[in-house]
């Protein structure tokens, strides 16, 4: 059998024309075949600390109602509202908005620039136009 082979053993190795193919864009090719389908977006989901809706005390409520009624458009203010999570109702995130109000409703919302904020959503408004609210310590 070694016979054979004896005139090809000892030959050297054939040489491609062709140019080895860059690392990364060998990695892209196999991309589309992820074994585990929205496994990547879950971990995202995993990344992000949710908590659960604050209740408001019953003194902080009456404080937010005060401010409510005398929140105008245009007023700077800073808000900071709840933001529930879509695939875990009743868990969210907490955000703080600065800005100027551009559109108010007493009933629905109130937006700050591009942000919309619902007003059951709310947990606190501050800015220099309610100082005269907040009571001395």
Do not use: W
């Not at 995993?46 to 005390?57: A, D, F, N, S, T």
Request: hydrophobic letters at 35%; charged letters at 30%; proline letters at 6%.
């Amino acid at each position: 059998m070694m016979a054979q082979y004896q005139r090809i053993l000892y030959l050297q190795r054939p040489v491609s024309n062709r140019h080895p193919m860059a690392v990364e864009r060998r990695a892209k090719q196999f991309a589309p075949f992820a074994a585990l389908k929205g496994f990547e977006e879950t971990i995202r989901e995993k990344e992000y600390i949710y908590e659960k809706k604050r209740v408001l005390p019953e003194e902080k409520n009456n404080d937010l109602d005060m401010k409510l009624k005398i929140l105008k458009p245009g007023m700077e203010i800073q808000a900071e509202y709840f933001e529930e999570n879509e695939k875990r109702p009743g868990y969210g995130q907490y955000h703080t908005v600065r800005g100027r109000v551009d559109f108010y409703d007493p009933a629905v919302y109130l937006r700050i620039g591009n942000v919309e904020i619902n007003i059951h959503n709310l947990y606190d408004l501050s800015g220099d136009n309610f100082e005269v609210l907040e009571l001395p310590c």
